[in-house]
């Protein structure tokens, strides 16, 4: 009897160990949860997580309690995680994915409920994409008007960094929600981002199905925090320098928020993202943002693509915001000036040859001089996201609509009357005549200087201006903050 007690025991005890073997880290990644919206159809959303080495892992679809699709893996012993990539579905819901880890004869199962196929958005940049609902105009009816977006998600990534490249995340400030008034103005640089909350709500008018938004932004943080280290290297950029310390409110290590905030992000699989970043840069490697801003671009489609399983496209769609004027008077060659031209990599416009499938929201003409958050934070957050959806409607879902320019198509250098005449690609509607809006480079023996070049005449499509100040060759051409139309602003070109 006693050595039947002690064999007892011994299975007993081994069962009980294996059973917690099987159950330690099994787990769905930190951004699968209630209430999460999959990247609907043509694309497979890839769902993923961590459970026992060599364990069979059952991921089950449901819908209103039946199954409608099983996909079926195995832990890899390596690294304890499991992936599997659903059938493309048809945007709606809600939905049921259940995950089932069998190890023998033990079984665990996981649920996340609420859940929606539609598009997925991922937003990042530094303290304008970080400002909240709460901080922008008309705070109180924006918080208010949630009522008809419950299909609009939200998720907020924590602000941590690392050393190296981290699989899964390793905080969220705010889970996948429905939002809230609460949710949507949690605080003053916590979340939810206001740009990206906007912009998905503008989306949401239009496509009439679910949207997912997750917000990944930390304030005053430079490119090269968000950049890999192998994009950081083909751009020749210098791992010493220290960032001015009035710019610097956040980490501006070599690739500390890529490591933390991006690349865990990975597997998941994306329409687009939008980006509001580069106030940091203007007195930091700004001469380089010609190529860390494309290259980070690059960089990013090919991680998403590989880390999805080439269910994100190769080339998603990639918006940015072209940034503001933030001092009231700035003067045309400062910094701010040449790190909006470097935001298209010196053409002027997207997309481009080096930045593909891309579009901007141009904000020149947004400045904010009386922001309680400093007029480096213009609170129209309403009309940035608005120009960002109409690039989003005309890139990403091929609506055919004007969301750019008017961009001259055609300059014509009348030098016997002293004009220069722009022709436009569309029509134009000039609202005040000012004199500081257009400048002429005249050059004479390799030394240029900008010089006004005033309003002469305009019409619908055309516009002359007078370059008699330029006495030498004039050699390029810029404007500054001019008003077209009633939705867009010309975007400053050299």
Not at 396 to 424: M, S
Request: aromatic share 10%; proline share 5%.
């Amino acid at each position: 009897m006693i050595a039947s007690g002690i064999v007892l025991g011994l299975v007993l005890r081994l069962f009980l160990q294996a059973h917690v073997s099987a159950d330690v880290g099994f787990r769905f990644a930190s951004y699968i949860d209630d209430y999460m919206v999959l990247q609907r159809e043509p694309a497979g959303a890839v769902i993923w997580g961590y459970g026992a080495p060599r364990a069979t892992v059952t991921v089950t679809l449901c819908r209103e309690q039946e199954p409608i699709m099983k996909k079926v893996t195995s832990v890899k012993a390596d690294s304890n995680t499991w992936t599997v990539v659903l059938d493309p579905m048809k945007p709606g819901g809600p939905y049921e994915v259940m995950a089932q880890q069998s190890l023998g004869r033990i079984n665990f199962t996981l649920r996340v409920h609420d859940v929606l196929f539609g598009d997925v958005w991922l937003c990042s940049g530094q303290s304008n994409m970080k400002m909240t609902v709460s901080q922008v105009f008309n705070a109180t009816g924006e918080l208010s008007n949630t009522t008809a977006y419950q299909s609009v998600r939200i998720l907020s990534v924590s602000s941590t960094q690392a050393q190296q490249e981290l699989e899964d995340l390793t905080k969220v400030d705010l889970r996948w929600s429905k939002p809230t008034s609460k949710n949507l103005g949690h605080g003053n640089f916590t979340y939810m981002s206001a740009v990206c909350w906007l912009f998905g709500r503008f989306l949401y008018d239009t496509l009439r199905y679910p949207v997912g938004l997750l917000s990944s932004s930390w304030s005053g943080t430079p490119i090269e925090a968000w950049s890999s280290r192998r994009s950081l290297e083909a751009c020749g950029v210098p791992r010493s320098g220290s960032m001015p310390s009035d710019l610097q409110t956040g980490p501006s290590a070599h690739s500390v928020l890529w490591n933390a905030m991006i690349h865990p992000l990975r597997n998941m699989t994306l329409k687009g993202v939008i980006w509001y970043q580069g106030e940091s840069n203007v007195n930091f490697n700004r001469d380089l943002y010609n190529c860390t801003f494309p290259l980070l671009i690059d960089d990013w489609r090919q991680t998403f693509h590989d880390g999805s399983q080439g269910q994100t496209e190769r080339l998603f769609p990639f918006g940015f915001v072209q940034l503001s004027s933030y001092l009231f008077g700035e003067a045309p060659n400062d910094g701010l000036s040449q790190i909006r031209w470097h935001q298209t990599a010196d053409f002027g416009y997207v997309p481009n040859q080096r930045m593909p499938n891309t579009f901007m929201a141009v904000s020149v003409d947004l400045c904010d001089r009386n922001s309680p958050f400093g007029s480096i934070h213009p609170r129209d957050k309403q009309t940035v996201a608005y120009r960002l959806h109409l690039g989003a409607r005309a890139l990403a879902y091929g609506e055919k609509l004007i969301f750019q320019g008017p961009l001259p198509q055609k300059i014509e250098l009348l030098a016997d009357k002293g004009l220069l005449n722009l022709t436009y690609s569309q029509p134009i509607k000039v609202q005040r005549r000012d004199d500081k809006i257009f400048e002429v480079a005249c050059c004479s023996d390799r030394q240029c200087e900008w010089l006004p070049a005033p309003m002469d005449t305009f019409s619908t499509q055309t516009l002359a201006l007078s370059i008699t100040s330029c006495h030498d060759s004039p050699a390029a051409l810029r404007q500054w903050k001019l008003r077209i139309g009633r939705d867009f602003k010309a975007v400053e070109a050299d």
